[in-house]
């Protein structure tokens, strides 16, 4: 029996608060290839965007998914498989992964804001 919604969320919440705890350790705080790491995700994060072309171009793959996920459904539900329960289980931890990992994403891109906001600051003086 798959866990309701409200069930999950102290494991989303647990999944994000280990990736915090494990990836901002001090041990890792003193090795430089962190920084270096540090350094190289907010560079990333500020400079992320889609263009019109990359979403044209991901416009066939969400097709493709979308048939595919399609096709798995009506397999499912025509041969009477019970196997929902474990599927959803599989699907909500892909998510708290993808939860987790996002946060950091987040976390990357609220620091470089911060940095931004205090150069802009510093330079209009």
């Known amino acids: 029996m798959p866990l ?3 069930q999950n969320w102290p494991m989303a919440i647990g999944s994000v608060a ?3 705890k494990n990836v901002f350790t001090t041990e890792n ?3 430089p290839p962190f920084w270096l790491f540090l350094f190289l995700a907010l560079c990333i994060s500020a400079h992320m965007s889609l263009s019109k072309a990359d979403i044209r171009g991901a416009l066939s793959g ?3 998914l979308y048939l595919f996920l399609l096709l798995v459904n009506v397999i499912i539900y025509f041969s009477h498989l019970s196997s929902y329960g474990e599927m959803m289980r599989l699907i909500g931890q892909y ?3 993808i939860l987790a990992l996002m946060s950091i ?3 990357f ?3 470089t804001l911060g940095l931004s906001y205090l150069l802009f600051r510093l330079m209009r003086r």
């Open 109 to 111: 891109s609220l620091i």
């Open 95 to 97: 998510n708290i992964y």
């Open 29 to 31: 705080f003193l090795r």
């Open 105 to 107: 994403a987040v976390l």
């Open 4 to 6: 309701s919604a409200p």
């Open 62 to 64: 969400v097709s493709a």
């Open 18 to 20: 280990w990736v915090f």
